[in-house]
């Protein structure tokens, strides 16, 4: 198939963002290895709450809501972690952390091109037919490419 809705490899890449949902486990229940692999994914911190655990470390205030949140749930933005992030940014440009969330805000621009491209793609192949994966295709598409990963790598530059 070639629809990413099916893709054990791209689920796992959403999984490893932060992009969690229980539901996306469905479409891999009849490959028991891989939806064994996936269910496992899903209860590991994304690399998003290890970034968070080293800003915490590092000595940023990361609200333990936040450090000790459910990583099987998909991330949602905290005022604080923003905060954490606005710190970075208006500190040192050349600091570890700062070129790390660089790096991440980097990775997050390619996952929102990449969206937003399949979306018009799919919007041109197929208007508003249901997608090939059984989503709701278009409307679907629309959805995910409006989410950010890393949400406070993009808000935190408004306080800069």
Do not use: I
């Given at each position: 198939e070639g629809s990413g809705f099916q893709s054990a490899m791209y689920r796992r890449m959403e999984f490893l963002l932060g992009e969690k949902s229980a539901s996306m486990l469905v479409p891999h229940r009849g490959a028991p290895r891989v939806h064994a692999e996936l269910e496992k994914a899903l209860h590991e911190p994304s690399l998003y709450d290890e970034v968070l655990r080293l800003l915490a470390r590092r000595g940023s205030e990361i609200p333990?809501?936040?450090?000790?949140?459910?990583?099987?749930?998909?991330y949602e933005p905290s005022p604080e972690?923003?905060?954490?992030?606005?710190?970075?940014?208006?500190?040192?440009?050349?600091?570890?952390?700062?070129?790390?969330?660089?790096?991440?805000?980097?990775?997050?621009?390619?996952?929102?091109?990449?969206?937003?491209?399949?979306?018009?793609?799919?919007?041109?192949?197929?208007?508003?037919?249901?997608?090939?994966?059984?989503?709701?295709?278009?409307?679907?598409?629309?959805?995910r490419a409006r989410n950010n990963v890393f949400p406070e790598l993009w808000t935190a530059r408004s306080y800069v």
């Open positions: 333990s809501s936040v450090l000790e949140r459910d990583v099987s749930r998909r972690v923003e905060r954490a992030w606005t710190a970075v940014y208006s500190g040192d440009a050349d600091s570890e952390v700062a070129r790390l969330g660089e790096a991440l805000t980097d990775v997050a621009e390619l996952v929102w091109r990449w969206r937003n491209d399949h979306l018009v793609a799919t919007r041109r192949a197929m208007g508003a037919k249901t997608g090939t994966g059984g989503s709701a295709g278009v409307a679907w598409l629309e959805k």
